[in-house]
């Protein structure tokens, strides 16, 4: 199995700051189609987690652009500018290149 | 607008069964892969099962396997997840999503498993 591990495990920010939301898998995200499938995911409290980024740098529909992702392989990166009172919650990363599917175990977000 | 609505949720003893289902609307059904992600009590996303858009092959986590059974019916555009045997370890919010990057996700249902 794919293990993703996330870092930090929590992490507290200031309104208008920045943030960065690191993310290993064991193995190589690519798959034999050439595409990384590795998505980003933001839960809020008391609500069902919500696609923020998808295939590494793809931000999805409607989603902010001081949400950005990067990176290739086996390590991957959420940055998140100027945060809003609204980012807080919990942050995963997840894999869709093979089964299981796997999450990494979640980045809490607070806001100072 | 894309739906996912979960039902089915309840309060079941080790060892019974319970089906959820998972309404879908806003899109063509018979074009996606779904899953069944679920999350205990104050713990992360786990992945249970996907299913293929036409429903000929299905994925299983190894814990649930022999146990759940993931279906379809693209014809009602709705998504189901059979469990029998049940565990207190399967206690969770189970969310039905659309695979793809797991694009939209249902509101969830609760299953808890306790005698």
């Known amino acids: 199995d794919v293990v993703m591990t996330q870092t930090p495990v929590s992490l507290s920010v200031s309104l208008g700051g920045q943030v960065s939301i690191s993310c290993r898998s064991s193995?190589?995200?690519?798959?034999?189609?050439?595409?990384?499938?590795l998505s980003w995911y933001l839960q809020k409290p008391g609500q069902s987690p919500q696609l923020l980024i998808y295939?590494?740098?793809n931000r999805f529909s409607g989603i902010s652009d001081r949400f950005s992702g990067s990176g290739s392989g086996t390590d991957f990166t959420l940055k998140i500018s100027r945060v809003e009172p609204d980012d807080l919650g919990v942050y995963y990363c997840?894999?869709?290149?093979?089964?299981?599917?796997?999450f990494g175990s979640g980045t809490k977000l607070e806001i100072k | 607008e894309v739906q996912l609505v979960e039902s089915g949720g309840g309060l079941v003893q080790p060892g019974r069964s319970l089906k959820l289902s998972c309404a879908a609307s806003?899109?063509?059904?018979?074009?996606?892969?779904m899953a069944w992600v679920r999350q205990a009590p104050t713990k992360g996303l786990e992945w249970v099962a996907s299913?293929?858009?036409?429903?000929?092959?299905?994925y299983y986590r190894d814990s649930v396997k022999g146990r759940f059974t993931i279906s379809r019916d693209n014809a009602k555009s709705t998504l189901y997840l059979q469990m029998d045997s049940l565990r207190s370890e399967d206690t969770a919010t189970y969310y039905c999503?659309?695979?793809?990057?797991?694009?939209?996700w249902g509101q969830g249902v609760m299953v808890t498993v306790s005698s």
């Open positions: 999503t659309r695979q793809g990057s797991s694009d939209y």
């Open positions: 806003g899109f063509t059904f018979s074009n996606y892969y």
């Open positions: 299913i293929t858009n036409s429903g000929g092959s299905t």
């Open positions: 193995q190589s995200l690519v798959h034999n189609n050439g595409n990384t499938y």
């Open positions: 295939k590494v740098s």
């Open positions: 997840g894999q869709g290149t093979q089964y299981p599917l796997t």
